[in-house]
């Protein structure tokens, strides 16, 4: 019977994955992967060096990972794999996904990435909050020079966070980071339930307005299913807010 290990190093970057990789042993990787990638701001190594992938399922599971996490702030996941020996990785599957031959390449790679540029916060599911996020986004936005985003990212925070408090009330992560011009947002709660979006609330309806209000604000957003719960991510760009 195949079988894949999977081990999380918890003082680095590094996720090894050892063993046979099959579609039935896919989703697995997936979420370790992700549980890794939400728990820990920053890149994340898999370092692939023992592994023999046996299927285009299993192959195809580090570039699903990727895509997942492209829109969540500081993340991203990158390869170690001994096969790559040019910029282009071998196998079609992982041409989209970074990858370096040695592990010391690969978390050379991470060390370069500016982590100063990180704000997380662990909140509990009360009132308050809310205000506690914006304070959050507040710092996040002056520091990074991004005035125009305050306003909009006060607003997304607060339905998110609000949304949490009312419906998932269970503790929850607030991370947030700039990429380039743009702001990603994200908070992680415990529960499975992922938000569902029918567009504008007819106006003799009450509550339900918390997503619009994302959609509005944000340059795009969404959720991902991680293992004990998910993640609720925006991204905004000052571009949408110029008058």
Do not use: Y
Not at 18 to 27: I, K, P, S
Not at 108 to 125: M, Q, R
Not at 187 to 215: K, M, Q
């Amino acid at each position: 019977m195949s079988s894949c290990l999977v081990e999380i190093d918890e003082s680095s970057a590094v996720v090894r994955l050892t063993g046979v990789l099959d579609a039935a042993g896919a989703e697995a990787v997936r979420g370790a992967l992700l549980a890794r990638l939400v728990d820990r701001p920053g890149p994340v190594v898999a370092d692939v060096t023992g592994l023999r992938v046996v299927d285009a399922a299993g192959r195809g599971v580090f570039a699903d990972v990727r895509r997942e996490v492209a829109d969540w702030p500081a993340a991203d996941l990158l390869l170690c794999d001994p096969r790559v020996d040019g910029p282009a990785h071998p196998d079609a599957a992982l041409a989209n996904v970074p990858a370096w031959p040695t592990l010391d390449e690969a978390l050379a790679a991470v060390a370069a990435t500016p982590l100063a540029a990180v704000l997380t916060a662990e909140l509990a599911p009360a009132v308050g909050a809310a205000r506690l996020a914006r304070d959050l986004v507040t710092t996040g936005c002056e520091r990074w020079g991004m005035p125009t985003l305050t306003d909009p990212a006060c607003i997304a925070v607060t339905e998110m966070v609000n949304n949490v408090v009312a419906h998932a009330q269970t503790p929850m992560t607030v991370r947030l980071a700039p990429q380039d011009s743009t702001l990603h947002l994200a908070v992680r709660d415990h529960s499975p339930r992922r938000p569902t979006f029918a567009g504008i609330s007819p106006p003799n309806r009450v509550g339900g307005r918390g997503l619009l209000l994302i959609d509005t604000v944000t340059r795009r957003w969404g959720s991902s299913a991680v293992p004990d719960g998910k993640v609720v991510w925006c991204v905004l760009h000052p571009d949408d807010e110029a008058i």
